[in-house]
């Protein structure tokens, strides 16, 4: 289940949620959203897990890793599935940091869309740049399945003038080059 958390108490019950998050990933074993085209853009299974549990001052390093593998073998099960008429759309698994919270697996179905959510830009709202020279995989121990690639990109801009700036960074696996 995915919810907001609006508490700071400690999820309870944390291997039964494991488990849950792996049955989550293991249902899209031989399974592909039927009927999506280019005109859909984009497409996203958002990571199915209380806001706490992830981004909670009490989660562990061991959880978030834990459901940070969790997304990029759901990626994995979809790219193994996809039929024929799907072959040109990317499936990505998309890694927030900090803010897991916001992970998604994501299909996109329009080529156009995937290059402007990777491109590096600048202006006055904020920017996207990518990140060189470190690998989240390798610093969290994540097992990525043969053929997958890792970009990192670095996201920077204002919310409003109200709240401020902020900065993450979001780690891209699966069909990213």
Request: aromatic share 14%; proline share 4%.
């Amino acid at each position: 289940m995915r919810r907001l958390s609006f508490t700071n108490k400690r999820a309870r019950g944390v291997p039964r949620r494991l488990r849950a998050l792996a049955r989550w990933a293991e249902g899209f074993r031989g399974y592909f959203p039927e009927g999506l085209s280019e005109s859909d853009r984009y497409w996203n299974f958002k990571l199915p897990v209380l806001q706490g549990f992830v981004d909670g001052k009490h989660t562990t390093q061991a959880v978030r890793r834990e459901c940070a593998q969790r997304l990029i073998d759901a990626c994995s099960h979809l790219i193994q599935s996809k039929p024929e008429e799907a072959k040109p759309f990317r499936v990505v698994a998309a890694i927030c940091w900090p803010g897991m919270f916001a992970s998604e697996v994501c299909i996109y179905t329009s080529e156009d869309v995937f290059q402007d959510q990777v491109q590096t830009w600048e202006n006055e709202f904020g920017s996207v740049k990518t990140i060189t020279g470190k690998s989240f995989a390798q610093e969290w121990g994540l097992a990525l399945p043969a053929g997958f690639h890792e970009r990192g990109l670095e996201v920077h801009g204002m919310i409003s003038e109200d709240v401020g700036w902020f900065t993450f960074e979001q780690w891209l696996f699966g069909e990213v080059l």
